[in-house]
């Protein structure tokens, strides 16, 4: 019987806590809303720290909010922990988002070179093929394969669209297939020009997916963590932080 009760009693205890965490939710949202109902809220979950809620953005921006919905801030949070030192928790976050973004993106909408042999990692690039340093970290791409690196480009037309690089960048995703659409980006990656095509593509999307998963520039590269590497790095660099060397 004091067993039966006992359950009961951890019973309540989790149903008041999932509606207390509800009502904070709820209440947050609606003080966000009263600020400026335009904010858009894509969720809201418990942070690590009592008393606080994460508050995602749809734009990909993290807020941090007090569970009465009358104090926010904005910024990092860390935590000290005694093996890993000082722990971002709030780039832990927004690596997870970065996951879950790219993982919604078909394998034939990114323009992939396959690592040589078995596959010891995924490297995600978001490029602009008039970038100098995107067209660097190209001539590192034959390494990384065969050091059994994947390497998948997404489009980041920096100029934005309807622009020069973006008409270029269109053409490339218009290759009819897989080889055609690495042809054509070697050939740009290396100087040469292509005549333009249009057709159904996504690299509008991606562009607004980089923007909204924190890519501010090119190359960004997005291990599969979720990390996100900004700037031009060596193959071996990039092996050792992908744990290869």
């Known amino acids: 019987m004091k067993k039966y009760v006992g359950w009961v009693v951890l019973l309540v205890g989790f149903l008041l806590s999932s509606q207390s965490m509800a009502d904070a939710k709820d209440l947050i949202r609606e003080q966000l809303h009263k600020a400026d109902a335009r904010i858009p809220i894509k969720s809201i979950e418990a942070a690590p720290l009592e008393g606080m809620y994460e508050v995602l953005l749809e734009s990909g921006e993290l807020l941090y909010a007090h569970e009465q919905g009358e104090y926010f801030l904005v910024g990092h949070l860390f935590r000290i922990d005694d093996q890993q030192g000082l722990v971002n928790v709030t780039e832990q976050s927004q690596n997870q988002m970065r996951v879950e973004a790219l993982s919604d993106i078909a394998p034939e909408q990114m323009i992939t070179y396959p690592a040589k042999g078995e596959k010891q990692a995924t490297l995600r690039v978001f490029t602009d093929v008039d970038c100098p340093y995107c067209r ?87 291990l599969e963590d979720g990390t996100l590497i900004p700037g031009y790095m060596p193959a071996e660099r990039i092996a050792q932080m992908l744990g290869l060397n």
């Open 136 to 222: 660097q970290l190209h001539d590192e791409v034959d390494a990384l394969n065969e050091m059994g690196v994947e390497v998948s480009y997404l489009a980041f037309p920096r100029s934005g669209p309807n622009t020069a690089t973006y008409r270029t960048m269109v053409t490339i995703w218009c290759g009819e297939t897989a080889e055609e659409r690495v042809n054509l980006m070697d050939r740009v990656k290396s100087g040469s020009t292509i005549d333009n095509k249009t057709c159904e593509n996504p690299v509008v999307e991606q562009l607004m997916l980089g923007q909204k998963i924190g890519v501010s520039g090119t190359p960004a590269m997005v």
